[in-house]
């Protein structure tokens, strides 16, 4: 028995939600070379071709549950023989519609400089064909904030938080958020006037003064129609009724976090370096929305160590091969030490063990092999470094080779942080539930 087939219309594309289709796409948008893991990720451009963009769509129409069964059946129907080429051109139809509203909603973008690129083939009446390079395009900051912010969203819900707060203290100010019984007004305080309190004050003083509720005063009030004037009551407010709410100190605080993106990050079959990048995204959208006293930089270290702005945290990849740690440790200090905040951490993220090493004539010396004693004393020299300048180090360990674990826990005896060995699949919880819950004992 022959089928029906139903024709596709447009409605299909209106069913898909856009924005979870990004979401779901992440790890190709967030992508560190791990499509070339034994070549030079960093000048790999494998997954950021139209056709990785295709295939990847195409996967979450079928398996990531962005069409439901009906509207799939509706796209492909129960084809009779000799339709499977129209069911399979209508649905790369679809899918060509999704990439450009994608790109019409500015999540991705062709790569610079495309179209005078084809425009110079065409001139040149080559590059075409099997002579043609692969069509490519780039992520947008748009794109990446938003996966920053579903990153974020999805690990708070993981842990349990709906929302999350500022640093507490022990101490009392006049904030936003009221905690405690309110206070008489000083000068300086936050104006954060409670209503209430200040009103029962004025009434409290005006009866005092041997008024009665009804002879307070009069306001001059509006005319009536009626001619009357409004006699509702007018109390004056004056500088000592004035009561304002308090809560809680909220002390600043800045973070540098280091990722680790040497080769190892993306070798033995697993991806470490992407949802490192997605938990720094997340940290910097919550930085952004609910601590915005905070700073927060980021710096990459492999054979040596350099700052790259926020906005292009999600573009990174892999980069050379060895861990120069106390590069980046000490460029992560100079940056903390410019800052005039209550609390200075470094959040370091890595899953090896140093085997780099910057001389004073900015030689690199390496040693892939053991943890080489040089390499070592002089990373535990710079974490003493941190310590004095009050910056704690906090270890986020992807591996646990005991070596590794036992130099991990010694540089948190040394700066007083805290050692965190994880996985890629875990690490996001941590790192958040780590900045969230921390305090400081004492602001002066």
């Known amino acids: 028995m022959k089928y029906r087939y139903t024709k596709y219309t447009g409605d299909l594309l209106d069913q898909i939600d856009l924005e979870d289709l990004v979401s779901k796409l992440s790890d190709l948008l967030l992508s560190s070379g791990f499509s070339n893991p034994w070549g030079d990720p960093s000048s790999g451009d494998e997954d950021r ?42 649905l790369e139809d679809l899918i060509q519609q999704i990439i450009d509203k994608m790109m019409e909603q500015g999540f991705v973008t062709n790569a610079p400089d495309l179209e005078q690129e084809r425009e110079h083939r065409r001139g040149t009446g080559g590059g075409y064909g099997e002579d043609a390079g692969p069509v490519k395009f780039e992520v947008t900051d748009k794109a990446l904030d938003f996966l920053g912010y579903r990153a974020l969203r999805d690990l708070l819900g993981s842990i349990g938080r709906s929302s999350a707060g500022r640093h507490d203290t022990r101490h009392l100010s006049t904030g936003v958020e009221a905690i ?84 190892s990050m993306i070798l033995y079959g697993e991806d470490r370096f992407t949802p490192a990048k997605r938990v720094a995204l997340a940290l ?40 120069n740690t106390r590069e980046g440790l000490r460029l992560a200090r100079r940056l903390l030490e410019r800052q005039k905040k209550d609390m200075r951490q470094i959040v370091m993220i890595t899953d090896g063990k140093p085997s780099a090493l910057t001389r004073p004539d900015g030689q690199i010396y390496k040693n892939a092999f053991g943890l080489d004693p040089f390499i070592v004393s002089e990373t535990f020299a710079e974490v003493s470094a941190c310590q004095k300048a009050g910056i704690m180090i906090n270890t986020f360990m992807l591996a646990r080779d005991p070596d590794l674990v036992a130099f991990v826990r010694r540089v948190a005896a040394i700066c007083r942080g805290k050692a965190y060995f994880t996985t890629p699949y875990t690490l996001g919880q941590y790192v958040l539930m780590d900045y969230m819950d921390r305090k400081t004992k004492t602001i002066h």
């Open 49 to 90: 071709t139209m056709q990785a963009l295709h295939d990847a769509i195409l996967e979450a129409l079928f398996s990531g549950g962005v069409l439901s069964e009906e509207a799939l059946q509706q796209l492909l129907g129960e084809p009779a023989d000799g339709d499977q080429e129209k069911a399979r051109q209508q």
């Open 180 to 263: 405690a019984a309110p206070k008489p007004y000083e000068f300086g305080d936050t104006l954060n006037l409670d209503p209430s309190s200040t009103i029962m004050n004025a009434v409290q003083r005006l009866h005092a003064e041997g008024r009665s509720s009804g002879a307070w005063g009069l306001g001059s009030g509006d005319s009536t129609a009626s001619g009357h004037r409004d006699q509702s009551p007018v109390i004056d407010v004056d500088y000592p009724d004035l009561m304002v709410a308090q809560s809680e100190y909220q002390s600043s605080c800045a973070t540098v976090i280091m990722l680790d993106c040497s080769h």
């Open 284 to 323: 910097a959208q919550l930085i952004r929305t609910q601590y915005p006293g905070d700073s927060l930089h980021a710096v990459l270290f492999h054979d040596s160590a350099e700052e790259i702005p926020l906005k292009q945290l999600g573009r990174v990849r892999v980069g050379p091969y060895y861990t």
